[in-house]
């Protein structure tokens, strides 16, 4: 195709989106809301977004499904014969979903998986009854997240004033779910540019599963952190003694695999919040780094930790090549476990996660489970 004929068709594309989404007239509404109360800035109207929504979901129980729950519920709501248990599980979340007793959230996870499918109907499906249960909330993106926990845990180590929900924010909606990010319009005035700032606030913050899976030429983003951690992790067990070490030993050198793939996104942060100071940097890091390392804290950077422990239970124990993917189903859990009520996946997780010696359901206080009968033993005692 020329380039031309190319960019007309993608014009088209994009046109036939917003047409369908009605794009172009949300758009008109927000520049109106805002051009009436001018007095907030972006960033202040973001941090209130995410407090209205922390203040919606405290009260709820939330439980995260994987995607092979959220396909069988796609599959009743097409057919409702299809499967009489999860017809029970699809009536009872809507009837707590009607009663605004709980929230299924999304993940980065879950929506690349979502992409995964090609049947364009079952795809569209999907991200229908994930909007509808969800309501949009989002778990926040996995190297966003840690980086929060990052700041919490220095916080807490050197007595600081713990910070609250809108600066350090676990919940976020579906249109950021790969992360927060602004947009900045340079060729406008300061004032302008602050309210279509906050326009494309809102964009996103109400952007559905459903719209952002059908956005023309959609990519997933490609994750050169999980290609990087697949390489150390097969050069690890490449470099294995035998017999193994104990598992505290090889949880320990996934620990330090991890931290060292995220030390260009957690340094920083300390060298942030400790003002930039050089004198007594190294033995600050060792306080703030030794806890996570040792394992001696859990909940310091609990999104890491599920992973080294998931990464040293199940893969050191497979005699296969490690591959990227893998982190894609470790990080279900670690999105999940430290933030929701309960976490319903396949039974092969779900006996790794809450037996020895990763215990993490008593570690998190998360019910953890996988047969469709748990999932409606544990709705039933909500009601």
């Known amino acids: 195709m020329h380039t031309d004929s190319k960019m007309t068709a ?11 989404t009605g794009f172009r ?6 520049a109106e809301k805002h051009r009436a109360d001018r007095a907030m800035s972006p960033g202040d109207y973001l941090v209130q977004k995410r407090i209205e929504l922390a203040h919606d979901i405290e009260n709820k129980k939330l439980i995260y499904l994987d995607t092979k729950h959220w396909v069988n519920l796609c599959r009743v709501v097409q057919n409702p014969q299809d499967s009489p248990i999860y017809s029970e599980i699809l009536g009872l979340l809507e009837l707590l979903r009607q009663k605004s007793r709980i929230c299924c959230p999304v993940s980065s996870s879950l929506f690349m998986e979502l992409m995964k499918q090609n049947d364009i109907v079952t795809r569209r499906s999907t991200a229908r009854i994930m909007d509808y249960l969800s309501g949009g909330v989002c778990i926040r993106y996995w190297l966003e997240q840690i980086q929060f926990e990052f700041v919490a845990h220095v916080h807490r180590t050197f007595n600081r004033e713990l910070l609250d929900e809108s600066i350090i924010p676990t919940w976020t909606k579906a249109g950021y779910w790969a992360g927060e990010h602004t947009i900045e319009f340079p060729k406008i005035s300061i004032e302008e540019s602050d309210l279509m700032e906050k326009v494309y606030i809102d964009l996103r913050w109400d952007m559905t599963f459903e719209d952002y899976q059908s956005m023309p030429d959609t990519t997933l983003p490609l994750d050169k952190f999980a290609d990087a951690w697949a390489e150390a992790a097969n050069t690890s067990r490449g470099n294995q003694l035998t017999p193994k070490p104990v598992f505290s030993k090889l949880v320990k050198r996934s620990r330090n695999q991890l931290l060292s793939l995220l030390k260009d996104h957690l340094l920083p942060t300390l060298v942030a919040l400790r003002g930039g100071s050089a004198f007594g940097f190294e033995n600050d890091l060792r306080v703030v780094l030794d806890p996570i390392y040792e394992g001696r804290d859990p909940n310091a950077l609990p999104s890491m930790e599920i992973v080294a422990g998931l990464d040293t239970a199940i893969a050191f124990e497979l005699t296969r090549i490690v591959q990227a993917n893998d982190m894609l189903d470790f990080l279900h859990a670690a999105q999940a476990l430290p933030y929701c009520d309960a976490l319903f996946c396949d039974n092969f997780m779900a006996q790794k996660m809450k037996n020895r010696p990763l215990e993490f359901g008593k570690i998190y206080e998360t019910e953890i489970g996988s047969r469709p009968e748990e999932i409606v ?7």
């Open 10 to 20: 993608d014009k088209n594309k994009w046109e036939q989106w917003e047409a369908a």
């Open 25 to 30: 007239g949300r758009v008109q509404k927000l």
């Open 377 to 383: 033993a544990y709705l039933n005692a909500l009601n």
